[in-house]
């Protein structure tokens, strides 16, 4: 629910601000009536402050390990809760627009403009220049992880993923101060990792087992190492990506299904009625496990869908990812099934 401050509310929060907050500061044009709708979406906070002749300030949480975010007028900065003084000028025509403050929110605004000006580097690049800025960039990344042990040096860490190989990645944050290595976010990433080593091109299937709304218990197995290629569907009602894939999917299945392949739909982070709904509403005809929930993601190490793979007639995983996406999907299967 959005608390809307009033001038003696703003007033009172300013002068109780001690060093156990997180002093947020700032101007905006005068005679503006707009308020700043202030957010921290993990601790859902979302408040609105109405500026005092231009000016306004609230006291937020002290965690370093997450950020706040303030809106006007169509304008925005985040800044680090690490309990110190930052503040944001509305009235300034930056781009991006960055608070102002010192340590860790100063360092966090020179991530920000260095990470603007890369992002207009990068495409406007040569191709043949474009090997050495994906080296600055993993440099920049490790660079910015290994001098901040808070969110900033976390959302390093995560950037820097897709750059790096699964043990380079592993070792990489073995190196790093415990308080990020051992951040929550960042063991989950790297479980996630293991998750998909596991379940790369060449190894064999990880089973599971979801109770089904009837009552009745559907495996994976129940399916793959069955003799046939199976085209596993990870997807969810809600998923829009998902859905599009669909026509593709039906048809490989009705070019391919039979004796030698099968498709099986598994429904993933949604709810039950609202799968059944959507397969009844997109005719799904091929065999489907649902309300999985986070079960195959966990073990699959899936972070988004649609994700497809391809199992092999013994359970060996033979495909995996972009290759089993849109237009490319049925070419990859034929490759396979003949």
Not at 250 to 265: L, T
Not at 295 to 321: A, N, Q, S, W
Request: aromatic share 8%; proline share 5%; with cysteine.
């Amino acid at each position: 629910m959005k608390k809307i401050f009033t001038a003696v509310i703003v007033a009172a929060a300013v002068m109780s601000c001690t060093s156990k907050n997180t002093v947020l500061s700032g101007i905006v044009p005068e005679g503006s009536d707009q308020q700043v709708r202030v957010m921290v979406r993990s601790l859902k906070l979302d408040t609105l402050v109405t500026p005092v002749n231009g000016k306004f300030s609230i006291g937020l949480p002290v965690d370093d390990k997450l950020m706040a975010v303030a809106h006007y007028d169509g304008k925005s900065a985040q800044l680090i809760l690490d309990g110190s003084r930052v503040s944001i000028d509305f009235t300034s025509d930056e781009k991006p627009l960055c608070v102002q403050g010192k340590g860790a929110n100063a360092a966090y605004a020179e991530y920000v403009r260095w990470n603007a000006d890369y992002r207009n580097r990068y495409p406007a690049a040569p191709v043949e220049e474009r090997a050495a800025l994906m080296d600055e960039y993993r440099n920049k990344m490790k660079e910015i992880a290994a001098a901040n042990n808070n969110v900033l040096g976390l959302i390093a860490v995560k950037n820097i993923k897709p750059l790096l190989e699964p043990a380079q990645m592993r070792e990489f944050v073995a190196t790093l101060d415990p308080a990020i290595s051992e951040d929550e976010g960042i063991v989950t990433m790297l479980e996630t990792i293991d998750a998909q080593e596991a379940t790369s091109p060449g190894k064999m299937f990880a089973d599971f087992e979801i109770t089904q709304p009837d009552g009745s218990v559907k495996k994976l197995s129940d399916y793959v190492g069955k003799g046939k290629y199976v085209l596993a569907d990870f997807w969810a009602s809600w998923c829009g990506p998902c859905r599009r894939e669909i026509p593709n999917v039906k048809k490989v299945y009705d070019r391919f299904g039979g004796e030698k392949f099968e498709v099986v739909s598994i429904a993933v982070w949604d709810k039950a009625e609202n799968t059944l709904k959507a397969i009844e509403e997109e005719k799904l005809e091929w065999p489907q496990i649902i309300d999985c929930q986070d079960v195959p993601g966990k073990l699959y190490g899936i972070e988004g869908i649609p994700v497809m793979i391809l199992f092999g007639p013994d359970g060996t995983i033979v495909e995996r990812g972009g290759e089993l996406r849109g237009e490319n999907m049925e070419p990859t299967i034929a490759k396979y099934v003949k």
